[in-house]
Nanobody, 127 residues
Framework: QVQLVESGGGSVQAGGSLRLSCAAS????????MGWFRQAPGKERESVAAISWNDGSTSYADSVKGRFTTSRDNAKNTGYLQMNSLKPEDTAVYYC????????????????????WGQGTQVTVFS
């Protein structure tokens, strides 16, 4: 089992930036992919980005391409989500998650593929 602890959420004006961090511990060697998801009130949890721990390959939802960047620091077992040009519609609780599945650049990450989840952090973007 992998334990994930998130940090970095908050409130920001539209156009601003935030960076989320996700520190992993436990059986981190079993994790192949770190995913980022978000869930707005009344909506389903949706994938935002994913990164391969092995080679750093990344994928993004169309709604955040060009604005969000995910990265990882293998030495620190920590993943990051840099969010720029934030919009009010980005407001949600953001979650990081770990998967033992192989990274796919063609198939969007699915909630069911991820067995370990962070506690979630609130991101609020006001206009």
């Amino acid at each position: 089992q992998v334990q994930l602890v998130e940090s970095g959420g908050g409130s920001v004006q539209a156009g601003g930036s935030l960076r989320l961090s996700c520190a992993a511990s436990g059986r981190t060697f079993s994790s192949r992919v770190m995913g980022w998801f978000r869930q707005a009130p009344g909506k389903e949890r949706e994938s935002v980005a994913a990164i391969s721990w092995n080679d750093g390959s990344t994928s993004y939802a169309d709604s955040v391409k060009g604005r969000f960047t995910t990265s990882r620091d293998n030495a620190k077992n920590t993943g990051y989500l840099q969010m720029n040009s934030l919009k009010p519609e980005d407001t949600a609780v953001y979650y990081c998650a770990a998967s033992t599945h192989f990274f796919s650049s063609t198939r969007p990450p699915r909630v069911a593929d991820f067995g370990s989840w962070g506690q979630g952090t609130q991101v609020t973007v006001f206009s």
